[in-house]
């Protein structure tokens, strides 16, 4: 076990994470369905870009000098949907409608439907290439705003994402920000037994990135690199540590909680529970 | 055609400085002029069909408006999800132009031979597929790619095609009549149109048959005005597509024609069989290995109709 992922499962969670959970929460029991391990693992990232790093105005939520950022890993939407409800894109009100057939929140975010969402993303490997567009097209016109697009671990699987990292690094898009949630559990279990990604920091810094990595559950470690980043000269590539159903004892790591659905009354008094404060 | 199509991209940028090209590693000095004078705006990436698209749709979601240049079966094998959920799902206005649409690269076999990209591309919502007939039609409808809203994919013929629309204003969403329509018809996209007039003239020649020829260079959206027309007032249609049969072209006219109620047997569908070509050789060979020819069709045209 690397002392990072020893550092995620130390973390505690501090109200405003819980909050966030609880949001999740929501959206989970409302739909009665969803990805909870994979919204779990993403909140302190989302908190730290939506609390202290994006620029962004959510009554105008298309102005064009905005930073973007792309789920692209969109199965992980209902931490997205928490996060962007509780900065006033949409009301909190609609989480609970979640999945349903009425609803604007999927079970993967839409561009057009859900306000503050950039991409329609749901299919992995397709958040990389888009935002490497943006952010190059942001070059094109010398405009200031940074991209960044949250990719899971099981995700970069795909092709395509490395395909987008030798274009990002060949044009040398230092305004393009590549999060890796690396919960190290994908659908079928363990990333280093469905396909082995290691050494990740060493493979994506031979694809051209600035490499660096925190404990996804820390919100100074984050904070801080977020603070430096934008003073690099090329993509930059950041791997987040995390712990998939963070904050669910029974569910943290635990592969049949990537996704669930049919929640019992004990399933959500339990989970209600572990937010307790 | 290729370079008509091209060449006009380069025209539209001198007006416009929102339009880019992309190509994925194409051949040496492909748009040099473009390149040297809009730099910034000119992009020869990888073998990377796939994030290409994506970067295009990056790119649209900016404003911009780009051109990728490809093999056609590179974008509509390789990159099909990144064309539905990029490009179509988002609406992009980014242009798809697939070099080698059917057998144009008969010698290279199977893997570069579009010869179902009219079929799958033709369930995508929000798409709009032209396959013109010559460089005329291409240079008209290309010069109209940017009142598109969404996503279009062009399909490219081999070049040098007879010019066969001189004096006509080819549209996107347009129809074209390039021989008078009649009771009977040939309808056609792509380079059949060629086929289709030349068959046409056999048909005059040897029988003084008068027999329609209607191009269809946009096969989505259909123009479905003088569609409406010409399948409720000809007796006998023919369609002729250089594209597998199975969902192609010909079937949209026939899923259009259920719509009107007419009767399925007076309508044929002439196109490739559903197989992948076991001989190399060139377009034509192929063609006439396919039974796509103006004797043959011609042939068929009068079978089909003599007992009317």
Redesign the interface.
């Known amino acids: 076990m690397t002392n990072f992922e020893n550092a995620s499962k130390k973390i505690k969670l501090d109200s405003r994470s819980k909050y966030l959970r609880k949001l999740v929460l929501e959206c989970l029991f409302g739909g009665d369905r969803g990805h909870m391990g994979s919204a779990m693992s993403l909140i302190e990232i989302l908190r730290v870009l939506y609390d202290k790093v994006l620029k962004y105005n959510s009554n105008q939520p298309l102005l064009s000098n905005r930073d973007r950022l792309i789920l692209s890993k969109g199965h992980g939407c209902l931490a997205l949907y928490a996060i962007l409800s509780d900065k006033d894109f949409f009301s909190k009100k609609i989480l609970k409608s979640s999945s349903r057939f009425y609803s604007i929140l999927g079970g993967h975010p ?3 439907k859900v306000p503050g969402v ?3 993303t ?2 992995l ?2 958040g ?11 070059k ?2 010398k405009k200031k705003f940074h991209t960044y697009v949250i990719v899971g671990d099981g995700e970069i699987n795909e ?2 994402f490395w ?2 990292s ?2 990002a690094s ?1 044009h040398k898009l230092s305004n393009y920000h590549i999060i890796i949630d690396y919960n190290k559990i994908q659908s079928y279990g363990q990333t280093k037994n469905v396909m082995q990604l290691e050494p990740l920091k060493e493979k994506l810094s031979s694809f051209g990135y600035k490499v660096d990595q925190v404990n996804g559950h820390d919100i100074r470690q984050l904070v801080k690199y977020f603070r430096k980043i934008k003073k690099n000269k090329r993509p930059s590539a950041l791997i987040c540590h995390t712990i998939k159903g963070k904050g669910f004892y029974f569910a943290e790591q635990n592969p049949f909680w990537h996704h669930k659905n049919f929640f019992t009354d004990e399933e959500k008094l339990k989970l209600l529970k572990c937010l307790e404060i | 055609m290729r370079k008509t199509c091209l060449e006009t991209v380069y025209e539209l940028a001198k007006k416009d400085k929102k339009i880019l090209f992309i190509g994925s590693d194409l051949g040496p000095g492909v748009l040099d002029n473009f390149k040297k004078k809009f730099p910034e705006r000119f992009f020869m990436e990888g073998v990377a069909e796939q994030a290409i698209i994506g970067m295009a749709a990056g790119l649209a979601m900016q404003k911009f408006r780009p051109y990728v240049n490809t093999i056609a079966t590179f974008i509509t094998r390789r990159a099909f999800e990144q064309v539905v959920v990029d490009l179509c799902l988002h609406n992009l206005p980014v242009t798809l132009i697939g070099n080698g649409g059917g057998l144009v690269y008969a010698p290279l076999g199977p893997t570069h031979q579009a010869i179902e990209d009219i079929s799958i591309m033709r369930t995508l919502p929000n798409l709009t597929i032209l396959a013109p007939c010559d460089a005329n039609d291409m240079k008209s409808l290309i010069l109209q790619t940017p009142k598109v809203k969404g996503p279009i994919y062009v399909r490219i013929a081999r070049g040098g095609e007879e010019i066969i629309t001189s004096g006509k204003k080819s549209k996107i969403g347009k129809g074209l009549i390039l021989k008078k329509q009649n009771k009977y018809n040939f309808i056609t996209t792509g380079i059949t149109a060629q086929i289709a007039l030349s068959a046409s003239k056999i048909l005059k020649d040897k029988y003084n048959l008068n027999i329609g020829v209607i191009h269809f260079s946009t096969i989505k959206p259909l123009d479905k005005k003088l569609l409406k027309k010409i399948v409720s007032k000809s007796k006998k249609i023919m369609t002729i597509e250089e594209n597998v049969i199975d969902g192609g072209f010909g079937s949209s006219i026939l899923e259009f024609s259920s719509d009107l109620g007419v009767r399925r047997n007076n309508i044929r569908i002439f196109g490739l069989k559903n197989k992948f070509q076991n001989k190399y050789g060139n377009q034509q060979e192929l063609l006439n290995y396919n039974n796509l020819t103006d004797e043959y069709l011609s042939k068929k045209m009068y079978k089909f109709i003599k007992n009317d």
């Open positions: 839409e561009f057009d950039e991409a329609s749901g299919a490997g397709h990389s290439p888009i935002g490497l567009g943006i952010a190059l097209g942001a094109i016109e092709g395509s395909e987008a030798m274009i060949k």
